[in-house]
């Protein structure tokens, strides 16, 4: 397809190469961009994130991809500021080694322009990169931690972001609403475009059969505040105690006071022996085990968080051809219509996930038959080897 080189070098501030949805969204990218033979893939960490960097070796190669982390052993506080002078003199070695002559270099940063990274882009277009942010999230209305290091980059985050036409030579985005908020900002200096969720189909093989007994329901993926795992449990007692024969499923991870909250929540249910607690489950397994579940549900807050994001999660969850409940966030109505590929509901809403159970559980024919469209679904619009094709096509133009 392509004719030039390409040397791309992805930056995040993530857990790496073990990680949640953000990590996972990268590897995708990751893996299918370097399937072609014109593009080189490496990976610069910055500081592996704040949560379970302990799971990752600080550099090495994964899945045929170079990365290395920087200040992999500085911790958040005031002492961490001595090691600055060394965190940025090795990223800015490492990109200037990793530059390839005769090539397209691009640097490509998931997230938005910060503290963390201002200097590394900076240099970067110096040396002939071409910039390209991915943004996830409204940095505006992001939750940050209380360190001096998280209320920098956040502070830095959202002055910059105004400013990003200036630092970028194109701009993806995730969503509708994120497209509507920085094109304004960009006023045609570089490009913006839509980049959705994206997912690995031939990872996940589509499991059709009826429903199970009893019948099985799945959360996986991140606790945080926007995900309302709590209205998940308070529909599933609410279920329980209409007589319904159900088990729930949960897996993933989430700070520790999340996952604090979260487990007095379920010892204080009264079906607290119907939920299976599967700890953090490694990708491929995980992969593997979507298919057991019978429900898989996508629930989420109404918060300007969550509209302005997409669901990593939901992607997988329509490809395991299970049916999936799903809440109106952000652009999900564009890809998904309600009782044909997905059940969706209101966010913020235990009524509506009651609902949508129920009407699963007496319609199980046509639960079938939304599972299997829900996969058709996701390789419509979400298959990562389909957008690789449009995301390269992109890249070379810079």
């Not at 949960?250 to 487990?263: C, E, F, K, Q, V």
Request: aromatic residues 10%.
């Amino acid at each position: 397809m392509t004719l030039e080189p390409i040397q791309l070098v992805f930056m995040a501030h993530l857990p790496f190469p073990k990680g949640m949805a953000g990590t996972q969204h990268l590897i995708h990218r990751m893996v299918c961009l370097r399937s072609y033979p014109e593009v080189t893939t490496r990976m610069l960490v910055l500081r592996q994130g704040r949560d379970f960097a302990s799971d990752n070796a600080p550099s090495g190669v994964y899945e045929g991809t170079e990365y290395h982390t920087l200040g992999a052993r500085m911790r958040p506080g005031i002492s961490a500021f001595f090691g600055l002078p060394g965190y940025f003199a090795e990223g800015l070695r490492f990109l200037k080694r990793w530059r390839k002559a005769d090539t397209r270099n691009i640097l490509f940063v998931y997230g938005p322009p910060s503290s963390d990274n201002l200097l590394f882009t900076g240099y970067a277009r110096r040396l002939g990169y071409r910039v390209a942010y991915y943004l996830v999230e409204d940095i505006r209305v992001q939750g940050h931690a209380g360190d001096v290091f998280a209320r920098i980059k956040h502070g830095s985050g959202v002055f910059l972001t105004e400013r990003i036409g200036r630092l970028a030579d194109a701009v993806l985005v995730i969503s509708r609403r994120l497209q509507d908020q920085i094109e304004p900002l960009v006023g045609g200096r570089c490009p913006v475009r839509r980049l959705p969720i994206c997912v690995d189909l031939d990872a996940i093989v589509p499991a059709d059969r009826p429903f199970g007994n009893p019948v099985r329901l799945f959360y996986g993926g991140t606790f945080a505040e926007k995900d309302k795992v709590e209205l998940l449990l308070e529909a599933f007692e609410a279920l329980c105690s209409r007589g319904r024969d159900l088990r729930l499923a949960l897996t993933g991870r989430g700070s520790p006071d999340r996952m604090d909250a979260i487990r007095k929540r379920i010892e204080a249910t009264a079906c607290r022996d119907r939920i299976d607690w599967l700890g953090y489950l490694e990708t491929g397994d995980y992969y593997r085990r979507l298919g057991e579940f019978d429900i898989l549900c996508m629930t989420r807050g109404s918060s300007a968080f969550a509209q302005a994001g997409f669901p990593f999660k939901l992607g997988e969850f329509l490809a395991a051809g299970r049916p999936v409940i799903a809440s109106r966030v952000s652009d999900i109505t564009e890809y998904l219509t309600d009782r044909q590929d997905a059940v969706l509901i209101e966010p913020d809403s235990v009524a509506g996930i009651i609902d949508g159970v129920e009407w699963l559980l007496d319609h199980s024919d046509q639960a079938r038959q939304i599972g299997l469209a829900g996969r058709k679904a996701a390789e419509q619009f979400f298959d990562v080897r389909r957008q690789s094709r449009t995301l390269l096509e992109l890249l070379e133009s810079l």
